[in-house]
């Protein structure tokens, strides 16, 4: 992308693309040269659904606060006051207009009171077998990930990667449905044209 996408801080935006492997088991996202980027310090919830993203000098990046199975908010730094808000993620329910086999999230930063249209979405195939990240209703991508055994993401130019990284994160822990349905081309082509009519 031409103008930086800044959530977390514009110092994750590089303009040039950031490959990343994520392992889901440990929670522990490594750079194409296999150096520790960023990890969490426990890779399930804990009893306050509260979990701390910390980059690899263990500084405190993100807090993660699941407020249900459908819904996570995600703070600055290892806060929870309202002024370091930085976005919520939200399940959507299944419904007519989303395809079978294919999980939403809604993503809506600070800003957006009213979330009427979010500012990201993440659409998830299968059972977690891949993933695209959108910028708003958009079909912009600005993020790509496959599942090798954990999540091997590719971030677009002047995206911030430690966004990326914490939404996946999320996903990780995302239910989503198993599906696996083998599709001819026409019929990726049907699909295709659903997601991106996704609102």
Known sequence: MENKVSVINPSYCVPHPVSIQINTEKGVAYSEKDDRLFYINDTYFSLHDRRVLYDDSNNPIVTFY???SEECKVFKGE?????????RVKK?????TIPSGITKLNVFLANNRDEEKSDFRVIIYGSKRSCSVYAGESPTIVAQVENNGGFKVSVYPN???AFIVALLMIVKDTECSDTEEKIDALSAIQMTSSILSLV
């Open 92 to 96: 959507m329910k299944k419904s007519s």
């Open 79 to 87: 806060s929870s006051d309202s002024s370091k808000f930085l976005f």
């Open 159 to 161: 995206v911030d990667y």
């Open 66 to 68: 699941n407020k249900s």
